[in-house]
């Protein structure tokens, strides 16, 4: 018996051990941030901080605002000990654009999303391209590649302070100016032939009530993805796939995971701060499409496995909530503002208010239809060739229909234009019979 239990003990530790030393950490976020706080005290305080002062803007955003599309300049550290470390552009290309269509709901893989998560699926209105200057003014591809001495930047238990030499000039790629670039630095973080770690991210830093600036100059803000998960067809890729940046960026721009970080017991009472992501219990593995960790009353719904910011695999993630939008879009501007453009939105086309002419190709005679006519104005139909001379000019009726004769000898292409005291209000190309 004894012998038994002996070997049982030992299989157990044998066995435990191994598998334990064989799962992959998707995401090593809030490790970090432990980490930050024994390299800086105060860090966790400031970063719950910048979380809730992100929350409480998001409420006083002006409509404006809300609308803004932000564009982030980014720079990609390629950084390799050998050839398969060192990826090609195509899969930091596909990457981007993948990012790009995450980050503007434009992914096509949004149609699966849940019917009953639509209404809160929100579009973040953040692009992102390639810096086209570097810090210097100097013109770049935005991608930087640097051999290394490290075969890996992986450890497994993980340490990040290993990880984070990927970001010293020594052993890896130096940051640029953090204040107007996201850095995404791409590297091994394997561990033991295993792929012990997928990625982490700066969490945004600098809140309202914090009095040090030692995070303002900090050279480790950004973000940290393991080689295999970049890119859109990446052969390497893992599980969850080219989605692992998407998280990394939404934990770069002030998200929590939305199963809030508790532990498995205290689950469903730790919360991610977004009333629009039903809370659930803990990370999710696999696409598991019937989960509901948590009931929530009322209006009880299964956990968002949807979500970017979850465990699933990269394959069932395709949204972000609107709430989740607010807040990166709040950390942006309060946080990191200077790492982004913006533009506002254009305004809305008016319909037009002077239409059609016709037929079009003309026959001979032109019909002319004025919507909206102003009776008290005075009309003028003036037709032109390619050359922008006149071939035609006469005042028209004050009537919504009429046509237009003595057009037989034109042939070919014209502009025709419609003045309002002699103002242009409506120009179309017209081809009368060859
Ligand atoms: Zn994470």
């Known amino acids: 018996m004894i012998n038994k239990a002996f070997l049982f003990v030992l299989f157990v530790l044998i066995f435990g051990s191994l598998s334990a030393q064989n799962q992959t950490i998707p995401c090593a976020t809030n490790d970090y941030i432990k980490l930050l706080n024994q390299q800086n005290s105060g860090a966790l305080k400031n970063i719950e901080d910048a979380f809730f002062d992100a ?8 409509k404006k605002e809300k609308d803004t599309i932000y564009t982030i300049q980014v720079v990609f550290h390629v950084v390799y000990n050998n050839t398969v470390q ?7 290309l596909s990457q981007l654009e993948e990012l790009n269509a995450c980050f503007r709901r434009k992914n096509a893989d949004t149609i699966d999303t849940r019917e009953i998560f639509l209404p809160v699926a929100a579009d973040a209105g ?3 391209e390639l810096a086209k200057l570097d810090p210097f003014g100097n013109p770049t591809s935005g991608i930087v590649r640097k051999s290394s001495s490290l075969p890996t930047f992986g450890q497994f238990p993980i340490n990040l302070s290993n990880a984070d030499r990927v970001k010293e000039e020594l052993y890896g790629s130096r940051v640029w100016d953090p204040d107007k670039y996201l850095n995404i630095w791409i590297c091994d973080l394997s561990a033991n032939g295993f792929d012990a770690l997928l990625g982490y991210a700066y969490p945004p830093t600098n809140a309202e009530n914090w ?15 393991h080689y295999k998960v970049v890119g859109q067809d990446n052969p390497q890729s893992l599980s969850t796939g080219s989605k692992t940046l998407i998280h990394e960026v939404g934990h770069y721009l002030g998200l929590r995971h939305i199963w809030g970080d508790g532990s498995r017991n205290q689950g469903c009472n730790v919360d991610d701060f977004m009333d629009d992501t039903p809370n659930s219990r803990a990370a999710t593995n696999g696409c598991n499409i019937g989960q509901n960790s948590c009931i929530n009353n009322p209006g009880d719904l299964p956990d968002m496995i949807e979500n970017y910011m979850d465990y699933s695999d990269g394959v069932c993630q395709n949204m972000f909530t609107e709430q989740q939008v607010e807040q990166m879009r709040s950390n942006l501007t309060l946080f990191r503002s200077g790492i982004a453009t913006v533009r506002y939105p254009d ?4 319909p037009a208010k002077y239409t059609l002419i016709y037929p079009n190709p003309v026959v001979e005679d032109l019909t002319l239809t004025l919507s909206e006519l102003d009776e008290e104005a005075n009309y003028q139909i003036e037709i032109t060739n390619l050359l922008g001379q006149t071939v035609f000019k006469s005042n028209l009726e004050p009537l919504s229909t009429q046509i237009i004769s003595g057009l037989g000898a034109l042939k070919g292409m014209y502009i025709c234009k ?6 242009e209000i409506l120009s179309e190309k017209i081809v009368f019979k060859l």
Not at 347 to 350: H, L, N, S, Y
Not at 418 to 423: A, D, E, H, R
């Open 86 to 92: 060192n990826l090609d552009d195509k899969y930091i």
């Open 55 to 62: 929350k409480r803007y998001s409420s006083l955003k002006s």
């Open 418 to 423: 419609v003045l309002k005291q002699g103002k």
């Open 347 to 350: 305004p809305p086309v008016e």
């Open 211 to 225: 009095n040090s600036n030692s995070f303002s100059t900090s050279n480790k803000q950004g973000v940290v993805v």
């Open 126 to 128: 953040i692009e992102f």
